[in-house]
Structures are given as structure tokens and as C-alpha cells.
């Protein structure tokens, strides 16, 4: 699986925008970006995915760079409820066998959110 | 719609003691998992389920780790001899399918003390 790279720990305070960056530059054209997220004492929960264009719902918008080498979660409105560890993953839509389907967590990004 | 459920959620043993982990996934899901989050890391799997056949256990000790999936819907995943560094925490997740775009869905886990 090809690699990202995280910052170790970000902080925002509430209600204000947060942007939660990721580098994978070994990224295939097969790759696509996935997001989730763990709050503390839970199992981790999908947020977002994407593979060139940007991407939105409910919960955040992914921004793809246009050589797909990084991308940044953006989170538009913090609340406490957002403080977590956010995972950026590539997952390969053209590896069968044992790779499909699996994800491979890095350290992720710790997110504080100050009131 | 029911999460993916787990028991124990807590679990003290001794070394060498075996202790088994349950998994009820989400009701149509054919994919499921087992991973490993030891504290301060990301989750890694351990094994990945269709229906009710082993597709990945290449990161599962086959020394002391087992799991079953039997008629492929609950799952247990059961260490014999339990070992210190098996002091983790026990994450179920299950999808509808192993695709490359299909949301996991975690459970709560199962936090593992071995003394």
C-alpha cells in the first residue's frame, strides 16, 4: 500500500475552519483517498473518500491537488465533538487478492478543538 | 440500523491465560474484520472475512491467534496463550462487500489487558 504522511497533532478552536492536510506522493493512478476518524474510546468511522475531483458531504470536504501527490480534509466548522484521530488511507482499486477491500492506518493526525 | 456489536468490552487476563472475543456485525454485511490498535497506533488487520472464508490472515500469529466465522455472520477471534504485548485493543468492523470504495463500520472494540 503506498504511503501517507500526517502532521502528529493539529489544534483549532470551535466554530472556526480546520484543515487537516495529507501527502502521499508515491500515490497510483488506482489509489483512492479515504478519511476516517477515531473519538477517543470508540472504533474508528468513515468520513470521506475521493480519487481526482473534490469531494463533499455531511461531514467534510476532501480537496484532491490536481497532481493527486496530497489532499487536505477540511472540517468547515469545528465542534468539540470533532476533537479525534483522523486517518488519511489510499486504498488501490486495482489490487485483488489479499490487499482488496483492506485498510492500512498510519499514525494519523490528532485533532484538539479548544471552546 | 444496529452497529456492529462486540463483547467483552473489557478483558483482564494473565499471561498465558486464552480468552475469547466476540463480533455480531451489521445485518447483510458479507466483509469482516478483525483489528489489532495497540495504544498510540492504528489500527491493523488481523484477518478479513467473506462470508464465511478466510480472504487475509497474512498479519495474524497463527501461533496463538484463531478466528471463525461461522455461517458467515457472528465471528469470534480467540488468543491461546495469551502473551503481554497481545494488551491492545480488539476492533470488529464489517462492509457489504471487500470493494476498494465500501465504508467499514467499526464496532467498539474489546480493550485487552494481559498481566
Known amino acids: 500500500d503506498a504511503k501517507t504522511t500526517q502532521p502528529n497533532s493539529m489544534e483549532s478552536n470551535e466554530e472556526e475552519p480546520v484543515h487537516l492536510p495529507c501527502n502521499h506522493s508515491?500515490?497510483?493512478?488506482?489509489?483512492?483517498i479515504h478519511w476516517y476518524r477515531q473519538l477517543p474510546s470508540q472504533g474508528p468511522e468513515y468520513v470521506i473518500h475521493g480519487l481526482t475531483s473534490n469531494v463533499n458531504n455531511r461531514m467534510a470536504s476532501l480537496a484532491i491537488a490536481e497532481d493527486r501527490k496530497s489532499s487536505t480534509l477540511i472540517l468547515h466548522r469545528a465542534t468539540l465533538r470533532d476533537a479525534a484521530v483522523y486517518y488519511c488511507?489510499?486504498?488501490?482499486?486495482?489490487?485483488?487478492?489479499?490487499?482488496?477491500?483492506?485498510?492500512?492506518f498510519g499514525q494519523g493526525t490528532i485533532l484538539t478543538v479548544h471552546p | 440500523e444496529a452497529g456492529v456489536a462486540q463483547s467483552p468490552r473489557y478483558k483482564i487476563i494473565e499471561k498465558r491465560q486464552s480468552v475469547a472475543f466476540w463480533c455480531n456485525p451489521i445485518?447483510?454485511?458479507?466483509?469482516l474484520y478483525w483489528y489489532q490498535q495497540i495504544l498510540g497506533q492504528g489500527p491493523k488487520l488481523l484477518i478479513q472475512f467473506q462470508n464465511n472464508g478466510v480472504v487475509d490472515d497474512s498479519q495474524l500469529p497463527k501461533d496463538r491467534f484463531s478466528a471463525e466465522r461461522l455461517k458467515g455472520v457472528d465471528s469470534t477471534l480467540k488468543i491461546q496463550p495469551a502473551k503481554l504485548e497481545d494488551s491492545a485493543v480488539y476492533l470488529c468492523?464489517?462492509?457489504?462487500?471487500?470493494?476498494?470504495?465500501?465504508?467499514?463500520?467499526f464496532g467498539p472494540g474489546t480493550r485487552l489487558t494481559v498481566l
Open positions: 468492523a464489517s462492509s457489504l462487500d471487500p470493494s476498494f470504495i465500501a465504508e467499514q463500520f
Open positions: 508515491t500515490i497510483s493512478g488506482t489509489d483512492y
Open positions: 445485518s447483510g454485511h458479507a466483509t
Open positions: 488511507i489510499l486504498r488501490d482499486v486495482a489490487a485483488g487478492g489479499t490487499s482488496y477491500g483492506k485498510l492500512t
